[in-house]
């Protein structure tokens, strides 16, 4: 496995596959990605952070059924292993250690 630290996007995208449970798949993430983040995000960038994710370990992934819909295309789906929990709960302590030592800021964000 390799390294465990997370990049912004990585950490979004790990976000992302965890709030999906188990509708996680490339398509689906992109949208939670943009709903939530407010950002234009490639499919193809995902793809690459989903194989990055998945080298180090942080998520497994699945292939589902083939469907009529996709013309007989199947989905790949992901998950996130207890590395991958551990590796975002490390990085949420990690930010909001961070925000308690700002002066004039709490957790909710408010001055």
Excluded: Q
């Amino acid at each position: 496995m390799k390294g465990t630290n997370l990049g912004e996007f990585e950490e979004l995208v790990l976000l992302c596959i965890a709030a999906l449970v188990s509708d996680a798949y490339s398509v689906a993430i992109c949208d939670e990605l943009s709903k939530h983040t407010g950002r234009t995000v490639r499919l193809g960038i995902v793809h690459a952070v989903l194989s990055r994710l998945e080298e180090k370990g942080l998520v497994n992934s699945r292939l589902g059924e083939a469907t009529s819909t996709r013309g007989g295309k199947r989905k790949r789906f992901y998950e996130v292993t207890h590395a991958g929990k551990a590796a975002l709960l490390k990085a949420k302590e990690a930010r909001e250690a961070l925000w308690r030592i700002i002066p004039g800021f709490n957790l909710e964000g408010s001055i």
